[in-house]
């Protein structure tokens, strides 16, 4: 079975604080993706990655950066935390399988507070 | 572009009752469509999914869900809700072109409630 870790589930940090998020897969899977999750505004994309060393901006990269230095694992940073990056944080992986065929495997989430 | 519109943020139903969960798409190529759900506190987990074939897609749980092209919609629905069905619930597509990669655009999910 597939398991996607993410290293927190709680994180509470001060505005401009630098922060990183950890996710690692041990599915040798070759995507990786990093979205948030707000009520009522369902998943948006960050960033996303389809092998080692390579990201690719999703629909809302603004404050955050990547990397991919190994393929099980996909970090996400925030360079200078603010009070709106307060969210639940979710990475996925999933297989490069027939295009668009592969589902997304879920971590449980990262709950950030800045305060 | 693609997006994905769930009409109605909560819904309850009753215990035994049937659950209908509605979700529209816009894409401008054949998509490939998605249903996920999050429990309390944990990831989100697929349903079910419709690629290519048959267009009535039967899921885990006994959720099933048709894809209709003519409406772009592809609701998603269970005969008899159980208690163990309350949980938040996704609807997602994806382009079937290779420039969209493997990215999925979420709806913005519905909170399902089961009431005894």
């Known amino acids: 079975d597939v398991k996607v870790t993410q290293s927190s589930r709680y994180l509470v940090k001060r505005t401009g604080e630098k922060v990183f998020l950890e996710c690692v897969q041990d599915?040798?899977?070759?995507?990786m993706f990093w979205y948030r999750q707000d009520p009522g505004l369902g998943l948006r994309l960050i960033y996303f990655s389809y092998d080692v060393k390579m990201k690719e901006k999703g629909d809302i990269p603004e404050g955050y950066s990547v990397s991919r230095e190994k393929k099980e694992r996909f970090s996400l940073i925030l360079e200078s935390a603010s009070t709106n990056q307060t969210s639940m944080y979710l990475c996925?992986?999933?297989?490069?399988?027939?295009?668009?065929?592969?589902?997304?495997?879920f971590g449980n989430g990262t709950r950030l507070t800045v305060t | 572009a693609q997006s994905v519109t769930q009409l109605g943020s909560h819904v309850s139903v009753s215990e035994g009752a049937l659950v209908l969960l509605r979700c529209n798409y816009s894409s401008s190529v054949p998509p490939y469509l998605f249903w996920y759900v999050q429990y309390p506190n944990q990831g989100l987990q697929l349903l079910l999914k419709?690629?290519?074939?048959?267009?009535l897609v039967k899921g885990i749980n006994g959720f099933e869900a048709e894809f209709k092209k003519s409406e772009t919609s592809f609701h998603l629905t269970k005969p008899s809700a159980h208690m163990s069905d309350a949980a938040e619930y996704f609807c997602?597509?994806?382009?079937?072109?290779?420039?969209?990669?493997?990215?999925?655009?979420f709806g913005g999910g519905t909170r399902v409630l089961v009431k005894p």
């Open positions: 996925a992986s999933s297989s490069r399988g027939t295009v668009g065929n592969s589902p997304l495997h």
């Open positions: 997602a597509v994806r382009a079937l072109v290779k420039a969209a990669g493997n990215k999925l655009t």
């Open positions: 419709y690629t290519t074939g048959a267009t």
């Open positions: 599915m040798d899977h070759e995507n």
